[in-house]
């Protein structure tokens, strides 16, 4: 790989790297890089993303929608799509294919980040410690009810590297475990985490939480519908850092205000930001986050670095030796993404 006289132009929109993307600045434009910096507070939509049309030879994004009218309308120009972090879920896959794009990701990038935070969550709904908080602080005192994890069962919808680590976590509290999902998970798995492999249904029967950890593709949008559930208890809790689009959040809302599961943990959204006017915010058996589920300032590190590298392999550009890895047994490598149409964990 060798650098080039004309530099390549790099659109870069991705949320978390903007603030620090001046340390990596000099080594990119050393490498060939010339960047153009977009204005963007959550993710760029298809008219935001269409200014820059045919302006571009390559993208660092977040969740931006790269649709297939976006794809064709910024090629034949782009030739590389470096999505800062795992899901892929907004990029039309079939169409940058078809184009000529490559487009990479970082997979594994925020496993303990997430797997703890949904933890966090199944803790703070057993022990109803932000419950009892607000009791003390507004002047009452109060036996609130609490249970044991070992007490409760969890089931995990998606029992891939997110999948695993969460029921791994909630086996050490010894909970009772299932797992659902359409990819067959090797047996040695199943033994070591103790889970029970189970249908959709069965798992939302048994199961005090229900954790959402799949990817979004056409077989897991709204998965978790008005059927679904029904299946689940009145005291059922569901919790989703996955995608927003993996629950029908209107059912959702119908069943939460009628009592028929008993609260959420919601870290995304069908639309982000959450809209002000939400249902969701007033009510008191709901948790909600800011699609922050991933926060570790450690993990972020890994993934700018395995971004930018991505996007510097994509362009057949030299990376910077600061950059390079040293060689690490089962070290996985940043790649370019495979395209599955199946819902499988994350």
Not at 19 to 40: D, I, N, T, Y
Not at 192 to 208: K, S, T, Y
Not at 312 to 324: F, N, R, V
């Amino acid at each position: 790989m060798t650098a080039v006289a004309v530099p390549r132009r790099v659109l870069v929109s991705a949320p978390y790297l903007l603030p620090v993307l001046g340390q990596f600045r000099a080594p990119l434009e050393r490498a060939g890089v010339e960047l153009v910096v977009a204005s963007v507070s959550e993710r760029l939509n298809e008219t935001e993303l269409l200014e820059f049309a045919g302006q571009v030879d390559a993208a660092v994004c977040g969740d931006d929608q790269f649709t297939a009218h976006v794809l064709q309308a910024f090629s034949p120009r782009l030739k590389v799509i470096s999505k800062w972090g795992t899901g892929v879920d907004s990029i039309d896959g079939e169409s940058a294919g078809r184009l000529g794009i490559q487009v990479f990701n970082t997979p594994g990038a925020f496993t303990d980040a997430v797997a703890d935070s949904v933890l966090g969550y199944i803790l703070a709904f057993a022990r109803s410690q932000p419950w009892m908080d607000r009791a003390l602080k507004s002047g009452r005192w109060e036996k609130t009810p609490a249970r044991a994890l070992a007490e409760c069962s969890l089931g995990v919808v998606g029992v891939g590297r997110i999948g695993k680590a969460v029921l791994a976590r909630a086996r050490a509290f010894g909970m009772t475990l299932y797992g659902n999902d359409i990819i067959q998970i090797a047996p040695f798995e199943v033994r070591r985490l103790g889970v029970r492999m189970v249908g959709l249904r069965e798992l939302c029967r048994q199961a005090d939480f229900v954790s959402l950890n799949c990817d979004l593709n056409p077989t897991s949008h709204h998965m978790i519908d008005g059927k679904a559930l029904e299946w689940m208890r009145p005291s059922t809790v569901i919790i989703n850092t996955a995608r927003g689009p993996v629950i029908e959040e209107g059912a959702l809302i119908v069943a939460l205000k009628a009592g028929r599961i008993a609260g959420a943990a919601l870290d995304v959204f069908e639309d982000e930001p959450l809209a002000a006017d939400s249902p969701l915010r007033a009510m008191d058996q709901v948790l909600l986050g800011a699609h922050n589920a991933n926060s570790s300032p450690a993990a972020w590190e890994r993934v700018h670095l395995n971004t930018l590298r991505n996007l510097l392999l994509g362009l057949d550009l030299d990376i910077p030796a600061e950059w390079l890895e040293r060689p690490r047994k089962n070290r996985r490598s940043p790649r370019q993404v495979a395209r599955n149409g199946g819902r499988k964990g994350k």
